[in-house]
């Protein structure tokens, strides 16, 4: 570690060594994670921490790790829950944070970003002109461009706008040995995407340097419709029915989460339409919804959309939480809410097990699901919660993940995951990455 030090100052790259800084990289979100700073203890812990303020210099800080074969674990807003860069093997966190230009094309409708750009500075600012990404995260003032396209996240307005894969118009990133790839901007191209291989890459294949995507008009018309239901499939069903209209989002609450949210006792959705013919589209809504309309959930969820003070309160009682998102077809969707649920709620330990369903596609649906136990075992609980909603997700028809990730959280399940493709994931990494320097343990 002391040559990279050494080579490190010669480049005149900045990086500290404080107790500070190493502790500030040493995790993500992950529960486990919070539990061990809580005892006072820390997941793991890198030797270095960098802070490339440029390409070059990203392409600099792992041509030297490469050379050394020191691992390099890659470090957004570490919002992350997956735990994804956690740094067990020591070695340098590389902070994208230094990675922090904005350069607006208002006439093209683009942004090019660094990739350390804190998702809430890039919104205010675009708002500020009278646009938005529409790529609104719950993480949205902790999470960084990068970290959305290494993650493949996905926004609360994604059923209207699509997710970071849709949004993407182009990237710069910089390969293990420290190759710069760029490609020509443009709309839109034929033949094979190569800047998709960093979509939900987790750090795999070097680090994401620079983004640009997509932005919109702020709409200047907006419709906010909430129903009640008497059962989760009426609700699904109502859900299917407004597709058709292009809701800008929707959610539809199982009943714990209604009663939690909007007190009261039956299942739920919201959802919001805007733009041009918002107004249109929220009366045929309203005409063809078989739920009973009821007024200001949507504002009281919009309301409390950002804060998690709740969750972040209760580990320090003994509490453990967390939530598990994956995505189904239609046809399966509400016997897979009820089998996930059960095998949530039979894990002994377990408080309370709810969920909602927060983004739409025409062939299907993400199920988020959250869940919050009192256990003697914290780390046994946790795993067996995990290992039980996955197996009943996946025994009906549902995946492993819609938009966390995989990190080493689910490396477990990506068999089932990846199918047949995953040798060839496999394969590309050592492709890419011969020295297995890069986020060692994550994804593989
Ligand atoms: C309260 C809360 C709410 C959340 N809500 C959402 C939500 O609504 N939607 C959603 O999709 N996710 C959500 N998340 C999860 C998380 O915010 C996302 O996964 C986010 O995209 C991570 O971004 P980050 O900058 O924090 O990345 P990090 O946590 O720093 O990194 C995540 C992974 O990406 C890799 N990585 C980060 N940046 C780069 C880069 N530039 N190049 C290569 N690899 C990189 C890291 O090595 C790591 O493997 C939430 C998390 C929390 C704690």
Request: proline share 3%; hydrophobic share 40%.
């Amino acid at each position: 570690m002391s040559r990279v030090l050494e080579e490190l100052k010669s480049a005149g790259i900045a990086f500290s060594t404080d107790y500070e800084d190493l502790i500030a990289h040493c995790k993500d979100f992950n529960p486990l994670h919070q539990l061990k700073l809580i005892e006072k203890k820390t997941p793991a812990l890198p030797e270095v921490v960098v802070f490339p303020k440029s390409i070059e210099e990203v392409s600099e800080v792992l041509k030297i790790a490469n050379a050394l074969r020191i691992p390099v674990y890659v470090f957004g807003g570490a919002s992350g829950v997956i735990d994804s860069a956690t740094p067990y093997e020591g070695g340098i966190a590389l902070s994208t944070l230094g990675l922090d230009w904005i350069e607006i094309e208002e006439e093209n409708r683009t942004v090019t970003c660094g990739a350390g750009v804190v998702g809430g500075r890039l919104e205010k600012i675009l708002n500020h002109r009278g646009y938005s990404l529409r790529h609104i995260p719950q993480s949205l003032y902790c999470s960084t461009v990068g970290g959305w396209v290494a993650t493949a996240s996905s926004g609360q307005f994604s059923t209207g706008y699509g997710n970071i894969e849709d949004l993407i118009v182009s990237l710069k990133a910089v390969l293990p040995n420290g190759e710069i790839l760029e490609e020509r901007k443009t709309p839109r191209r034929a033949g094979v995407d190569l800047k998709r291989l960093f979509v939900g890459s987790e750090g795999l294949f070097g680090v994401i340097a620079e983004v640009t995507m997509k932005f919109f008009e702020l709409p200047k018309e907006s419709v906010k419709l909430s129903f009640e239901y008497d059962s989760i499939e009426s609700a699904l069903e109502d859900a299917k029915r407004f597709l058709s209209l292009k809701p800008a989002l929707m959610r539809v609450f199982d009943d714990e989460e209604t009663l939690r949210y909007f007190d009261s006792e039956a299942f739920s959705m919201i959802a919001i339409f805007e733009g041009n013919g918002a107004k249109e589209s929220g009366m045929i809504a309203r005409s063809i919804s078989k739920g009973k309309e009821v007024e200001g959930y949507t504002d009281i969820w919009l309301e409390k959309r950002f804060d998690v003070s709740d969750i972040s309160k209760i580990g320090v009682l003994g509490f453990v939480f967390d939530t598990i998102e994956v995505s189904c077809f239609w046809k399966p969707a509400a016997k897979l809410y009820r089998a996930v649920i059960e095998a949530i709620r039979r894990v002994e330990g377990t408080v309370t097990a709810s969920a909602h369903a927060s983004h739409f596609y025409e062939s299907g649906l993400c199920f988020y699901f959250t869940f919050a136990g009192f256990p003697a075992n914290a780390e046994g609980y946790y795993s067996e919660v995990w290992k039980r909603a996955i197996k009943a997700s996946l025994e009906n028809g549902g995946n492993t993940t819609h938009h966390h990730g995989i990190g080493r959280l689910r490396r477990a399940w990506m068999g089932e995951e990846f199918g047949s493709f995953l040798p060839l994931l496999k394969e590309l990494k050592f492709l890419i990455d011969r020295n297995n320097i890069m986020n060692r343990g994550v994804l593989q």
